[in-house]
Structure formats: structure tokens, C-alpha cells
């Protein structure tokens, strides 16, 4: 006799919902942590101290339902897309109490990860906590079908696009920007193809448009347009080009520039860049002040972009030797130091590779300041205790990965000195920390 295969019906287990559950700390995401029956879980939105009512979510995550009782440090955000918008996290988190968690946070992974402490806390770093931000990438959306465009930020944990009228973290001169980019692109054959739009406001403002293929010449006309009403520049990114300015015929390109400490840097959308333009010259005189850099002092800088502490330190008289992974950065290093009239030796490396065939690294070094991606420095740190230098200054972005590197400087003979937080990132749990290590072995 035949068999049929019948799939059998699975009902869906029911969500499990907790209540009168107390938040015991925040991790370092900024997600509250509530020990229950069933494990350690993680809730974004609660506060330390709080009561909550929760949904389990997996196996390490839950859904926060509401807070029975508040914490004293709980705001009310301030921004009207905060429950939907994945750009902030913890605008629900008093300002100073932000900042303690940060530096708690680091100090925390430093004594799990590299049994540290640093000698000395410095207060940290500040500037405004809104209208900050000079960067902003947006995502964009073409509904073919309904003819409708949407112009935004990412939700949270979420490919859907909240479109935003303002960013209260971004800068004014950039938000203003909306309203005529979201009447100027439906309007151009290239909105079918168009991946997203980026605004910078360094000395004047940019729209960067990511696009596969260079846009019709209507469209490039309707954008020369829009650039000169506007008062901007735009950029096209088409391809695997690099970035490209647009320029009317007989126009010539003006080199963008920002600020950092006593000098004026060029740089090309695409590059890194700070997002706290008041916040980059303080966190990079600071970092000097800790260098304490003397005349002809050869100085090794790893990560070195186009040049955000190699001109000042360069500017200070010290001889440095510049390491950056991206061929192109390099470029425009090498000519930020010829137009500031300054002597740099840049190179570019792979700095996770071995360093042994570099004619550099067979060069000693007084101090080494390195300021890596938020993957750290695993192997570079490992090369970097070779050389012996007496001083390391550590610009960081990703405490975890700072505190796996620090063990190494640490099992090495390196002290922690000085330690600080750049709030770099105020309404969000991310975390910019300087850390100056001295050998003493």
C-alpha cells in the first residue's frame, strides 16, 4: 500500500514573558542584563536598577515589554524616530551617566582581558552631545511599482528604512539637506540604481551618491544645479571607481579639507573621518601631550589614514614614519605633509602580515602611536613589542579588542599610565579611548 508524506503541524511555541524582573548592569553594547531562571539575558533599552517586564527572544536576548520602575538616570529621548531608528541606542540614558558607563566599560574589559588598570583616569574628553555628527550615511529605497522614493536611516536590527525629516545627532547644515534631496532624486533616471546617499560637513558641504554606472547628462545637469543652489559639492561614487566631484564645464575641483589640532588636512569622501569634528583636534592634542615629542624623536605611527596625528606630531619636529594599509591614503599623506612643508616617510603596509621584509621596521623607534580599526591590532601589536619602543600611545574605537592588545603590551613589561574616554559617539554605546603604556621592564 502507497504511503503519502504528510509534513506534520508544528504550533509555534508561545513567546515566555517575565515580569518584576530587576536589570543588575549594562553590558557593553549598553543592553541591560537580567539574570533569570533560564540565564544571563540581554535587553536593549533597560537601565541598571530598573524592574521590567520582558519577552524572551533566542537564547541570549529579550524584547523589553516596559519598566515597572524606572531608573533615576532614565530620560525621555529626545528624538521622535529613537524607537525605530538603529542610528542611536542610548538617548534614554542621562548624558553623564552615558559617559560613566563608557569609562566603566573599558575599565572593565582592560582588568578581564589584560589584568590592568591604568595608573590614572583622566576626565573624559566632551563636546556637544547634539548636532555633532558631520557625517551622515543614508539609505535609500525606489518603489518602482507605487513611483514612491524613501530617503533614511537603517531601523534597528532591520533592512526597513525610516524616513527622517531631522537627525538630532547630525549636523544642522546637513539635515536641512533632506527635504530637497528627497524632491531632487525621484525626479532623475539614476534613483533606479542609486545605492545610498552620504552628507559630510567638513569646510563646506558634500553629497556623495553611490551609483553603478556614471549618470545620464540630464541628471548630471539637474546635479550641477542642485550643487549650485545649495551651495555643496557633489560626488559620484559609481562603480569601483574611487569618488569623483562633479564639475561643470571649465569648473575646477576645490580640495575638501577638516581640522585637525593647528592644521588643515585634505581629504576625499570615501576616506575615514571623525565623526565629532569638535572632538578630533582635542582627542589629537592630547595624544601629543602624552607623546611629549622632542625635535628629530623618531616616532613610529601604525593606521595612519591621510594624516590626522602624522602632520601635528610631524609639525612638533619629531621624525615619523607613517604606516597605512590603503595605497590611496597613503597619497594624500604624503601630499598633506608637502603642503604643510613638513618631512614624513609614509608607507604602505599591511600591518597584519609579518613585518620582516619592511625596510622600516628594522628602524628603532622611540614611541609608536597606533589608531586602528575596531578590529584592533592583533598581529601589529605583536611586532610593535619587537621593536622596544618606550612609549605607545593606543587610540582605540572597540574596547575589547584595545583590552586583547593590551595584554600584550602588558606581557611585555608596558604599564598603563593614563587612560581616557573621547565621548566620540554621545547617544550611542559606542566607545573612542586613549591609553598611554610605558615600559618599564
Known amino acids: 500500500m502507497a504511503r503519502f508524506y504528510r509534513p506534520q503541524k508544528h504550533t509555534p511555541k508561545a513567546a515566555v514573558e517575565l515580569a518584576e524582573q530587576r536589570v543588575v548592569g549594562l553590558d557593553h553594547q549598553g543592553r541591560g542584563v537580567v539574570r533569570t531562571p533560564k540565564g544571563v539575558r540581554f535587553v536593549a533599552g533597560a537601565l541598571p536598577d530598573e524592574v521590567i517586564r520582558m519577552r524572551l527572544q533566542g537564547k541570549y536576548d529579550a524584547q523589553l515589554l516596559a519598566v515597572t520602575t524606572p531608573a533615576p538616570t532614565r ?23 552615558q559617559r560613566e558607563h ?62 527622517v525629516d531631522d537627525c538630532l545627532v547630525a549636523s544642522t547644515t546637513l539635515t536641512e539637506l533632506l527635504a530637497p534631496l528627497r524632491a531632487l532624486l525621484p525626479q532623475l533616471d539614476l534613483v533606479r540604481e542609486l545605492g545610498h546617499v552620504e552628507l559630510l560637513q567638513t569646510e563646506q558641504r558634500i ?13 548630471v545637469q539637474q546635479l550641477l544645479n542642485f550643487a549650485q543652489q545649495q551651495q555643496l559639492q557633489v560626488w559620484l561614487h559609481c562603480g569601483t571607481q574611487a569618488p569623483q566631484p562633479l564639475l561643470a564645464e571649465g569648473e575646477t ?11 588643515s588636512l585634505a581629504f576625499q569622501p570615501g576616506d575615514f573621518l571623525q565623526a565629532h569634528g569638535a572632538l578630533n583636534p582635542m582627542m589629537v592634542a592630547q595624544a601629543l601631550e602624552w607623546l611629549a615629542l622632542t625635535p628629530g624623536e623618531q616616532v613610529l605611527e601604525l593606521y595612519a589614514g591621510s594624516g590626522n596625528f602624522t602632520l601635528p606630531m610631524a ?56 589608531d586602528p ?51 566620540m559617539f554621545p547617544q550611542t554605546h559606542h566607545i573612542e579611548c586613549l591609553t598611554w603604556f610605558e615600559r618599564e621592564a
Open 75 to 97: 530620560q525621555t529621548p529626545a528624538c521622535p524616530y529613537y524607537e525605530r531608528c538603529g542610528g542611536c541606542d542610548m538617548q534614554h540614558y542621562a548624558l553623564e551617566a
Open 102 to 163: 563608557k569609562q566603566r566599560v573599558v575599565h572593565e574589559l582592560l582588568q578581564k582581558f589584560a589584568q590592568l588598570a591604568p595608573q590614572q583616569w583622566l576626565a573624559p574628553l566632551t563636546a556637544d552631545a547634539w548636532r555633532y555628527r558631520r557625517r551622515l550615511r543614508l539609505a535609500c529605497h525606489w518603489d518602482s511599482k507605487r513611483q514612491r522614493f524613501t530617503l533614511g536611516l537603517r531601523e534597528a536590527q532591520s533592512k526597513r528604512i525610516v524616513a
Open 207 to 219: 553629497v556623495v551618491l553611490r551609483l553603478g554606472q556614471w549618470p545620464s547628462a540630464d541628471d
Open 253 to 263: 575641483a576645490v580640495v575638501p579639507h577638516y581640522q585637525s589640532a593647528d592644521v
Open 315 to 370: 609639525r612638533q619636529g619629531a621624525q615619523v614614519t607613517a604606516i597605512e594599509g590603503v595605497a590611496s591614503m597613503v597619497e594624500r599623506l604624503q601630499q598633506n605633509a608637502q603642503a604643510q612643508n613638513v618631512s614624513v616617510r609614509g608607507y604602505h603596509a599591511d600591518l597584519e602580515q609579518p613585518w620582516q621584509d619592511y625596510a622600516w621596521a628594522q628602524t628603532g623607534y622611540s614611541k609608536v602611536l597606533l
Open 373 to 423: 580599526a575596531r578590529a584592533g591590532a592583533a598581529h601589529a601589536i605583536t611586532e610593535v613589542v619587537k621593536l622596544q619602543p618606550q612609549r605607545v600611545v593606543y587610540v582605540s574605537c572597540a574596547p575589547d579588542t584595545l583590552a586583547r592588545d593590551a595584554a600584550v603590551l602588558a606581557a611585555h613589561g608596558y604599564v598603563l599610565k593614563q587612560a581616557q574616554v573621547i565621548d
